[in-house]
C-alpha cells in the first residue's frame, strides 16, 4: 500500500477554510483516497474519497491533481467542532483489505 | 452512511477476566469485518480481518489465542479477550466494508477497555 504523509498537526480559527493535504508518491493505480476524521473516544468517520479531480460533498471537497501523487482536503469555514484528527488513506477499489492508518493531522480550531 | 455499532461502548474488568466485544452491522450485510486497537495519542493498529464462517487473519504479533475473534453471521462479529491485563487496557474499534457503497469502511463507536 502506498505511504502517506501528512502534517502532525494544523491550527485555524473558526470561519477559515483549511486545508490539509497529504502525500502519496507511490499510490497504485487502483488506489482511490479516503479521507476520516476521527473524535476523541470515537471511531473514524468517513468524509470523503476520490480517484481524480474534484469530488465535493456536504462536509468537505477533495482535490486530487492529474499524477494523484498528493491530495488535499478542504474544510470551508470550520466550526470548534471541526477539531479533530484527520486521517489520508489509500483504498483499494475492490477486495476485502483493510485500510491502513498513518499519524493523521490533528487540527485544532480555535475562537 | 452505513452504521457499525459495538457494544459494550465501555468496561472495566479485573486483571485475569475475559472480555467480550460485539460489533454489528446494522443496515447491510458484512462478510469481512475488521478489528482495530488504539492507544492514547497513537493511530489506530490493525488486530485481525474477521471473514464470516471462517477463521480471523491476525497481524503479525497479534496473538490469536488472546484475541478470539468470532464472525459467526453476517451482521455480528465478536472480539473476546482472554485472560485480559493492564496492558490490554485500550481502545478497541471494528468496522466493516459496505459492499453498496464502493466498499466504504464503515466504524463503530469503539470499546474502551479498562483492565485493573
Known amino acids: 500500500l502506498a505511504k502517506t504523509t501528512q502534517p502532525i498537526s494544523m491550527d485555524s480559527y473558526e470561519g477559515q477554510e483549511v486545508n490539509i493535504t497529504c502525500s502519496h508518491n507511490?499510490?497504485?493505480?487502483?488506489?482511490?483516497i479516503t479521507w476520516y476524521q476521527q473524535f476523541p473516544s470515537q471511531g473514524p468517520r468517513f468524509i470523503i474519497q476520490?480517484?481524480?479531480t474534484k469530488v465535493t460533498n456536504e462536509v468537505a471537497s477533495l482535490f486530487i491533481p492529474a499524477d494523484r501523487k498528493s491530495s488535499t482536503l478542504s474544510l470551508p469555514r470550520v466550526s470548534l467542532s471541526d477539531t479533530a484528527v484527520y486521517y489520508c488513506?489509500?483504498?483499494?477499489?475492490?477486495?476485502?483489505?483493510?485500510?491502513?492508518f498513518g499519524s493523521g493531522t490533528r487540527l485544532q480550531v480555535q475562537p | 452512511g452505513a452504521v457499525v455499532s459495538q457494544h459494550p461502548s465501555r468496561v472495566i474488568c479485573k486483571s485475569g477476566t475475559s472480555v467480550k466485544i460485539e460489533c454489528r452491522s446494522l443496515?447491510?450485510?458484512?462478510?469481512?469485518m475488521f478489528w482495530y486497537r488504539q492507544f492514547p495519542k497513537q493511530s489506530l493498529m490493525l488486530m485481525a480481518t474477521?471473514?464470516?464462517?471462517?477463521?480471523?487473519?491476525?497481524e503479525q504479533g497479534v496473538e490469536k489465542d488472546k484475541f478470539l475473534i468470532n464472525h459467526a453471521s453476517l451482521t455480528l462479529s465478536t472480539l473476546t479477550v482472554t485472560s485480559a491485563h493492564p496492558e490490554d487496557s485500550s481502545f478497541y474499534i471494528c468496522?466493516?466494508?459496505?459492499?453498496?457503497?464502493?466498499?466504504?469502511?464503515?466504524f463503530g463507536p469503539g470499546t474502551r477497555l479498562l483492565v485493573l
Open positions: 468496522s466493516a466494508r459496505d459492499f453498496r457503497q464502493q466498499e466504504t469502511q464503515y
Open positions: 507511490n499510490i497504485a493505480t487502483n488506489d482511490y
Open positions: 476520490g480517484y481524480k
Open positions: 488513506l489509500p483504498k483499494k477499489d475492490t477486495g476485502r483489505r483493510a485500510l491502513t
Open positions: 443496515d447491510f450485510q458484512a462478510t469481512t
Open positions: 474477521s471473514n464470516e464462517g471462517s477463521k480471523a487473519t491476525y
